[in-house]
């Protein structure tokens, strides 16, 4: 078993049921080669992705399907900002303090960021999902619904195929 990451204990607060799956943590994996690691549908597990303003600002943090790609002109429209971009990986290690493949709204909720969430996970069916624990190696699994109210995550159609 994993070790007790911030993340785990955050849900353990609020009495909210999660698994833990385990991967090899030697490298940065897609969200798509996590998906084959743990034996789940590419559509169910979630990367989080570090956006912000150029020129600096606020970051965010949208979570969305492996497989999708994120639309930045549609985020900036529900973020209420003129352009947004990515964050390069190096950036997105400085700001958050998470490698990359482990960066996780969960994880960072302490820094009070914007958190979106990709509408499709509100179809999924089983209501679960599997977000990066904060760590790489080390994804959890828990109800839509229950990650959308312990992050604050608003739900945007940001995503496409």
Known sequence: MARKLQSMRRLEARGIDYKVYEFPADDHYS???????????PEQVYKTLVIQPPGGGKPL???????????????????????????AHKDAERLTGLKVGG????????KNWPVYIDR??????????LV???????????????????????????GRE
């Open 31 to 41: 969200a798509e080669q996590v998906a084959g690691f743990v034996g789940m549908p």
């Open 103 to 110: 960066i996780s709204a969960l994880a960072l909720m302490h």
């Open 132 to 158: 990066s624990a904060g760590e790489r190696g080390l994804q959890l699994g828990l109800s839509v619904k229950d990650l959308i109210e312990v992050t604050g995550a608003r739900v945007v159609d940001v």
């Open 61 to 87: 943090l949208v979570m969305l399907a492996a497989g999708r790609t994120l639309d930045l002109k549609l985020l900036a429209a529900a973020a209420g900002e003129k352009k947004l971009q990515m964050v």
């Open 120 to 129: 499709p996970a509100l179809e999924l069916d089983p209501d679960y999902i």
